[in-house]
């Protein structure tokens, strides 16, 4: 199987390139940057590997939630390059990426991105047994000090919406978290290995059918709001 994936949905532009048993990435933190490395991150993984676009058998994609423009480019470029070479996406859940470097030490696992306001995009997963993560409950944004997680005896919190507001989702819990890690982004490689038993199973989707995960329903702010927010906020 020859897989590469594509994680744009926060402030990390992330590629991966799964190659037969041979996984393979390039991440950077690189904050409006995303457009102009994410192609040049896969060709330079296709070189490493030594093949070309055309040896590819599908494009694995992080569909958000996420930064609004981060998460349209992953779609964009992913639909682009699978439409070019005939190939199928397979869409993966951006929180159920950023779930997967959550230690496998017995706890349920809240992925937390920050979405400005004082709101998060939030899903709650546990490992399966083959190491992947399951969801235990729907996605979604809501303010940081409405959180409601299912229960739970104990949790893992990772990911930039503990950074931002930890105290307000400490409070929300049932007790303080077993592990927690506030500088976690989303991952390409962790995209892909969620998607390989994905497109093994016959699960990939035609280009067009491949959508943005957004949560909100209003994923762009006005000219008044643009000037009130706060800095990188009008990416949301």
Not at 84 to 104: C, F, W, Y
Request: net charge negative; glycine share 8%.
């Amino acid at each position: 199987m020859n897989l590469l994936a594509i994680e744009t949905a926060t402030e990390a532009c992330s590629v991966a390139l799964l190659h037969g048993e041979a996984l393979i990435d390039r991440t950077e933190l690189a904050p409006r940057r995303h457009a102009e490395l994410v192609l040049p991150m896969a060709e330079d993984l296709l070189a490493e590997a030594g093949i070309t676009r055309r040896q590819l058998d599908a494009i694995a994609v992080g569909q958000g939630p996420g930064a609004f423009t981060g998460v349209r480019l992953a779609i964009s470029v992913a639909q682009g390059l699978a439409l070019a070479l005939d190939i199928p996406v397979v869409p993966v859940s951006s929180l159920a990426a950023l779930a997967m470097q959550a230690p496998k030490n017995g706890a349920s696992i809240l992925a937390a991105i920050d979405a400005r306001r004082e709101e998060i995009y939030a899903g709650a997963f546990v490992f399966d047994g083959a190491g992947l993560v399951e969801a235990l409950d729907r996605e979604r944004v809501l303010a940081a000090s409405e959180l409601k997680s299912p229960e739970a005896e104990a949790w893992n919190v990772l990911g930039t919406g503990w950074k931002a507001y930890s105290d307000a989702i400490r409070e929300r819990l049932p007790s303080a978290p077993r592990w927690a890690d506030g500088e976690r982004y989303p991952q390409a490689c962790d995209v892909a290995r969620l998607a390989a038993p994905l497109f093994a199973a016959g699960k990939g989707v035609p280009p067009e059918q491949a959508l943005p995960v957004y949560l909100r329903d209003k994923v762009a702010l006005t000219l008044e709001e643009q000037q009130h927010a706060k800095p990188g906020e009008q990416l949301v």
